[in-house]
C-alpha cells in the first residue's frame, strides 16, 4: 500500500514526464506516441518505476531499450522540472505496460467464446 507521500509524488513525476514525452519523445522514438499509464515510488522516494505504453510501434522491446539509453537524459530533464519540490531526484527504472495487450487477447477469447455453439442445459427432471 502506498503512502499519500508516494502518491502524490508519483502523481508529479507522472505528470513531468508526459510533459516530456510529449514534448521531446519524437526525438527518442519517432513516430511513436509514449503514454506513461502508472507510476510508483518505493517508500524512500529513491526510486521510481515508470510503465509506459506505445502506439503506432511494433517492436515495445525495443522502444523500451531506447527510452533506458536515454534514462539519464530524461532524468536530467525531470529534475529541471521538480528540482524545487524534491530533496533527491530519484533514478528512474521503464517497464512496458502490457494492460493493453493483455485486455485485448482476454477480448478476443471472450469474441471466440460468444461465437462457439452453446450446448443445451441437460437437467434432469424429476
Not at 508519483?10 to 522514438?29: P, S, T
Amino acid at each position: 500500500m502506498e503512502s499519500k507521500r508516494q502518491q502524490k509524488f508519483a502523481g508529479v513525476i507522472q505528470q513531468d514526464l508526459a510533459a516530456i514525452f510529449q514534448r521531446e519523445g519524437m526525438n527518442y522514438l519517432p513516430h511513436t506516441l509514449v503514454t506513461i499509464t502508472k507510476v510508483r515510488v518505493t517508500p524512500d522516494l529513491a526510486i521510481a518505476r515508470i510503465f509506459l505504453s506505445f502506439f503506432n510501434n511494433t517492436d515495445n522491446q525495443a522502444a523500451l531499450q531506447t527510452i533506458k539509453m536515454h534514462a539519464s537524459e530524461i532524468r536530467y530533464k525531470l529534475g529541471a522540472r521538480i528540482k524545487d519540490q524534491v530533496r533527491v531526484i530519484p533514478q528512474l527504472e521503464f517497464f512496458v505496460d502490457d494492460t493493453s495487450e493483455y485486455v485485448e487477447r482476454m477480448d478476443k477469447i471472450f469474441e471466440k467464446i460468444s461465437h462457439e455453439p452453446r450446448q443445451p442445459d441437460t437437467e434432469e427432471e424429476k
